[in-house]
């Protein structure tokens, strides 16, 4: 089932044009990772979907609710002082349902079972400046996905970490869309990283320049002469 529906949208910043022309339909459970240099457009495109800007000219039409998605923002770097713990940042992830900050068994249960699958247990309570960049970003990634998104976006959520993180987070995420079936929208930088053959790529130059499969893009990309 089709989730979003992109039909030609372009966004400018006063006269820049950031992404042109967009046409893209997104599936129930894909996993789609957008590539392309700094400055393609990739964060233009997850924010245009978020809503976070206002698209230009197009259409994004929506199967599922908005509150539906999840949206985690490029540079989410926490102020290493911040006086708070990972548990409570993970749970001001449930605060758009809560007017007052109640929360109940059935919340701390979810946590429970978030910090499981992100294997995050042990630290929880721990102050967020204490924690590493890979620990942290998971800390943030559990904060997005406990209110239960159908829809993950993830802008870079590795750029700055080493590869040995990076590889973790990224079997995290693998393990996640297999046994959840939440559909991910991740921008990243470099693929080099990534080994999910069930990936789709698309490529940004402001325009769409590949949509298809990630060991495809691969090829191509060898054929090239690139990478
Ligand atoms: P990416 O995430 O792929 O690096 P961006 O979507 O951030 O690309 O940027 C696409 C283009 O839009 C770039 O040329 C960038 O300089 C420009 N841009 C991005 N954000 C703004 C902004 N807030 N104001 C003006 N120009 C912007
Ligand atoms: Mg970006």
Redesign the pocket.
């Known amino acids: 089932m089709e989730i979003i529906k992109i039909k030609n949208l372009s966004v400018k910043?006063?006269e820049?044009l950031?992404i042109k022309n967009i046409n893209l339909n997104i599936t129930s459970g894909e996993y789609v990772c957008l590539v392309?240099k700094?400055?393609?457009?990739?964060?233009?495109l997850l924010k245009a979907i978020t809503g976070l800007i206002k698209k230009e000219t197009g259409n994004i039409e929506f199967k599922i609710a908005k509150s539906d998605v999840a949206y985690l923002a490029q540079n989410n770097m926490t102020d290493e002082n911040f006086p708070a713990t990972a548990k409570e940042i993970i749970m001001t992830g449930l605060q758009k349902h809560h007017i007052k900050p109640f929360y109940t068994k059935a919340n701390y249960s979810e946590l429970e079972d978030i910090a499981k699958k992100l294997k995050i247990e042990n630290i929880i309570n721990k102050k967020i400046g204490a924690l590493s960049g890979g620990q942290r970003q998971r800390v943030l990634l559990a904060r997005t996905l406990i209110s239960n998104p159908k829809i993950l976006l993830l802008d870079e959520p590795c750029s700055g970490l080493d590869s040995m993180t990076i590889k973790s987070f990224y079997n995290i995420l693998d393990e996640l869309h297999k046994t959840t079936n939440i559909t991910i929208i991740m921008?990243t930088h470099d693929l080099q990283n990534i080994t999910n053959p069930n990936i789709r790529i698309v490529a940004?130059e402001q325009e769409i320049v590949f949509d298809g499969n990630i060991n495809d893009f691969k090829n191509q990309e060898q054929t090239n002469g690139h990478q």
């Not at 700094?38 to 233009?44: A, E």
């Open positions: 910043y006063n820049h950031a392309g700094n400055g393609s457009g990739k964060s233009t921008a940004l």
